[in-house]
């Protein structure tokens, strides 16, 4: 039982110091890296959904590690969220691992085979960020995922004055968030004793009245928000994400945003309950702001990883509105917009990687005519982009029907006016992106595109057809998460 | 003894969040030394700075004595401490890279947009 929750972390762990014994670092890779990273993603995957099948069936895996009986030792907890979340993230690294050119341009001789290790290492924190149920082990994992994306991040540094002022601000402003999380650790174990969480959450009301409660939350709200990326904390992703080579943009936007709305989602619910009612409306005027200024910001972008940032953060403006209302309707919406967003929006990436490969240049007037020149990249940038925009019957259609469907059930009729515009600006700026690289004169293409990088593309775009054709055998899924995580909110759950 | 902790806490607070915000480079790297200190420090105050003997159960006792320091807190500390070396061994190989590649140790005036500039034939 432990094998199937421990299992990811230790694939990835394996694989990853298999990969960077055999990568010297001043020689380039060996050819053969992108086949062992994606065995072991799709191991990963493999894992992922059978941990989600057997949560699904029996509830949540406990496991103590060391045998230390719960409140008191290090305890892993893995529920159908986790299981959905390991597989999801895994399917991108799959993508990422098969879409990495074997030798890129941009990134540094020197560093060019530490690429594929650093991956896994990432997804080892990513993996144990979603199997971790003590508050300490989760700000392990999370620096244990943070120091793995500072380095990706740095890897074009020597090359590109952007990328070097991004990652830097990207690393300072991580760091703070590090430090808010741990002070938040450091009052919550103070006063309630214990760090475990679902101990945490049986003890938090009876400790502290509801005015100390409300002390604790800006820590751990700040800590995540910084790491999702809501209004106001985001204006470091603009400026580090676009700088990164696109593989690795991909990688980040996909799946490190979205593991700080994961956070937010298991934690707050789980310690904050007692006070929940009088932070949803602070988080739902967030949500929307963040939903709003994150579009209005990408409709003057001129670079397509500058668009595609904004909008992650936009997207996540409707995870965390969908989040905040607290209803069950709302944490199952946030539940299905999480796994469709992790795959569209690291799909879009890439597909902007091929744009760019293609042209040269990663701006819109640089591209042109991609529709006679190469047509099958239209047929692969359709799915995840409309899905991102929200048209039948891709994932994101009813990704935010969810989302509008419980705002209006819980009468936040501001939020939901403001989904409906957000999605129409959100396709606006999809078909701004279409109408610059597909129609328009033909531009000479200057770079090939490898058929790897192809297949991990389709991949993801079949990713998000197939949950959108599915939606109807996923949603029963993704509402008994939501009704977990209620649960929790509520609780109903004890120890 | 918890007030010069706290005195502590709240100067390296103030001068980590200062250097933080500063425009200098290496500033920002000391403010980052800073912060990490003062998080060490509340979790030293936030456990206990009280307590008379270590955390170790003596030959003849059974469990640990009630006036031993709290060893949960000693371990977060000593993480929390690992975690920020690392982090701070790697942010100084990224100023050092940094400065060599802006020419500078002040990022925002290192502004260049000619990603967004046309090429000037």
């Not at chain 1, 060996?30 to 029996?58: C, H, M, N, V």
Request: glycine residues 8%.
């Amino acid at each position: 039982m432990s094998l199937i929750v421990l299992a990811p972390i230790l694939l990835a762990f394996v694989t990853g110091i298999f990969l960077i014994s055999v990568s010297h670092p001043l020689s380039k890779p060996p050819r053969w890296s992108w086949i062992i990273a994606s065995l072991s993603f799709s191991l990963q995957l493999l894992f992922g959904l059978i941990l989600t099948a057997k949560t699904l069936e029996i509830g949540a895996i406990q496991i103590n590690v060391g045998g230390w009986a719960a409140p008191y030792g290090i305890a892993l907890y893995a529920d159908a969220f986790s299981g959905l979340m390991i597989s999801v993230c895994s399917l991108v690294g799959l993508a990422a691992a098969l879409y990495l050119p074997t030798y890129s341009a941009r990134v540094l001789q020197l560093r060019q085979g530490l690429i594929h290790p650093l991956i896994q290492f990432l997804f080892i924190g990513v993996h144990g960020t979603f199997i971790a149920g003590d508050l300490f082990n989760l700000y392990v994992w999370f620096e244990v995922l943070l120091i793995s994306s500072f380095i990706l991040l740095t890897l074009a540094g020597n090359l590109e004055k952007r990328a070097t002022r991004g990652a830097l601000k990207y690393v300072v402003i991580n760091l703070l968030s590090s430090f808010l999380f741990l002070v938040g650790i450091a009052l919550v174990y103070a006063k309630v004793g214990t760090l475990n969480l679902q101990d945490i959450a049986v003890k938090m009301p009876q400790v502290l009245s509801d005015h100390e409660q409300l002390l604790l939350a800006p820590f751990f709200v700040a800590a995540f928000g910084i790491k999702s990326a809501i209004f106001p904390l985001f204006f470091w992703l603009p400026d580090s994400y676009p700088t990164a080579t696109p593989s690795i943009s991909g990688l980040f936007a996909g799946i490190l945003t979205k593991v700080g709305v994961y956070a937010f989602m298991r934690v707050i619910p789980l310690m904050f309950a007692g006070i929940f009612d009088i932070l949803s409306p602070l988080l739902v005027a967030l949500g929307i702001l963040t939903m709003i200024i994150g579009v209005a910001a990408a409709a003057t972008r001129k670079s397509i990883r500058e668009i595609l940032s904004f909008h992650i953060i936009s997207q996540i403006g409707y995870m965390i509105f969908a989040f905040s209302l607290g209803t069950k309707a709302g944490l199952a919406a946030a539940t299905f917009y999480l796994l469709h967003h992790i795959v569209a929006k690291a799909n879009l990436f890439f597909i902007g990687g091929l744009f760019e490969q293609s042209f040269g240049s990663d701006r819109l007037e640089d591209q042109g005519g991609l529709l006679k020149s190469k047509p099958y990249l239209a047929l692969l940038f359709i799915p995840p982009a409309m899905a991102l925009a929200g048209m039948p019957p891709f994932s994101g259609f009813f990704a935010k029907l969810l989302v509008l469907q419980s705002g209006l059930e819980a009468k936040e009729l501001i939020g939901t006016i403001a989904a409906v515009i957000v999605g129409f600006f959100t396709l606006y700026s999809m078909t701004k992106i279409w109408n610059a690289t597909f129609w328009g004169p033909v531009v000479e293409v200057k770079g090939r595109i490898g058929k790897r990088q192809v297949a991990a593309v389709s991949l993801l775009s079949a990713f998000s057809v197939g949950l959108g054709l599915c939606f109807l055998g996923v949603n029963p899924i993704a509402e008994q998460v939501g009704h977990e995580l209620w649960l929790s909110l509520n609780q109903e759950a004890s120890p | 003894m918890n007030a010069l902790i706290i005195i502590a806490i709240w100067i390296t607070s103030f001068v980590g969040i200062s250097c933080l915000l500063s425009r200098s480079l290496f500033r920002t790297l000391l403010g980052v030394l800073f912060l990490s200190h003062c998080a060490n420090l509340i979790l030293f105050l936030m456990t206990g700075p009280k307590s008379a003997s270590a955390a170790i159960i003596g030959s003849s006792a059974e469990t640990l004595s009630l006036e031993a320091s709290d060893p949960l807190a000693q371990a977060l500390i000593l993480t929390a401490i690992v975690i920020s070396f690392g982090f701070l061994a790697f942010l100084l190989a990224l100023a050092r890279e940094a400065f060599e590649v802006l020419q500078t140790d002040e990022l925002e005036t290192a502004h260049d947009h000619d990603h967004l500039k046309k090429e000037q034939h």
